[in-house]
């Protein structure tokens, strides 16, 4: 085996294995996340996060081992008022376990199903808090990470290739040298480097490639909010309203409901709950460089904003309370249309989709990028409570025969946003 055939074996072997193990990554990553958005999409607004505190509904780690048949599961999380009305016992005795009536699901998939099923009982069982060495674990930000490490993967097999392409221009060379003095030919003399047109403006090109690349993606990345966290008049605390008191997030923000806007509550509507709860008893409360936060004096700045006092309640007069003058965090684009109602409550859309896990956070940040990309990305995956038959899904869709007939006829199994317009220009700029 010659020299150059030796090399070119070897960097073969140490790429195809590179890629063999950022595939495997990248599926598991993909598996675990998928799983932890649907159920944060789909779930978490009734069941805790830890899948073991009982909520609106009740703890869901081990609920796999409560079902004998997972087919009744699958169909349970689809429509479960249809299993209860067949009289399958289980069906039955789960729905006795809370008052609340559970929401149905029938655009779910059975792998989709699978893969909230796999996240509750890794979330469950401890496998997702941490990993070895006290690291993220998969599905527990260890999506962010391969996220980050994909890059890094295929920027060392770029490395690779191009050391690799150097020693075989190289030994191309020195071949070449044997083999004229062997023949008796003299070489000619090879030009210096840094006199060499071809490197010169080989490297030129490279650079203004890497450059450009990473000038646009300082560029599109130019008002993105991603991770925004400023800090707020008051210290509100979203995990301890949203997450350990279970307050509905329409409560606070109703409009969401009704309106395009999901508007502030007014300082009235907090006072609602504070003129009677004044101090705060509940777990420390810390800010996000660690400073252990006073609840009570908390409460004690909102009654400076609303007027009252608590030494004299009833002399409370709510008209001469002064606005919260919080720090917005969600910013679109003047140009950008985005409607609250049409997502939370025509598409069944749940809020830490967008806004992360917000019964988790203490002080809010902004989730996600919420780029155009992020949102037709989300247009394009995200399937519509499509009206299949007379009895279930939105009616609205009843109009849309060609979807209906390629659904009867196996065409399509579902139907996205992006199908009924959900990417056109002018569905969010106009």
Known sequence: MTISKYIINRLLLIILTLFSLSKFNITVAQDDAEGKQLFISKCQSCHAPDMKTMATGPGLFGVQGQWPDQGKLHEWIRNNQKLIASGYPQAVETSKLTPNVMSTFPDLTDDQINAILKYIDDKGSGKLDTGKGGAPAAGEGAEEDSTRQHPL??????????????????????????????????????????????????????????????????MINMNRQKDYEPRQPIFYSHKVH????????????????????????????????????????????????????????????????????????????????????????????????????????????????????????????????LSMGWCVNCHRNTKVNFNVDSTTGNKFYSIYEKFHEDIKSGKMDSVTVKDIGGIECQKCHY
């Not at 075989?168 to 003399?189: C, F, H, Q, R």
Request: proline share 5%; aromatic share 10%; charged share 15%.
């Open 242 to 369: 949203a997450g350990i008191n279970q307050i509905n997030c329409l409560y606070c923000h109703g409009n969401a409901w009704e309106s395009k806007t999901a508007a502030i509550p007014s300082v009235n509507v907090c006072m609602n709950c504070h003129k009677t709860i004044q101090k705060y008893n509940g777990p420390e409360l810390k800010d996000k460089y660690g400073n252990v936060i006073d609840g009570s004096a908390e409460i004690a700045k909102l009654y400076q904003y609303a007027g009252f006092n608590p030494q004299a309640p009833d002399s409370w007069d709510p008209n001469k309370a002064k606005p919260i003058e919080w720090v917005k965090i969600h910013n679109l684009p003047d140009h950008v249309y985005f409607n609250h109602s049409q997502h939370v409550r025509v598409g069944n859309v749940q809020c830490q989709t967008c806004h992360g896990e917000i019964t988790a956070m203490d002080e809010v940040h902004q989730f996600a990028e």
């Open 153 to 218: 993967l295929y920027g060392i097999i770029t490395l690779i290739l191009a050391l690799g392409a150097v020693i075989l221009i190289y030994v191309n060379s020195n071949l070449k040298k044997i083999a004229n003095e062997a023949d008796g030919k003299k070489t000619p003399e090879g030009v210096p480097f840094l006199r060499n047109k071809v490197y010169l403006a080989t490297i030129a090109i490279i650079l203004f490639i890497v450059s450009g690349y990473f000038n646009t993606k300082a």
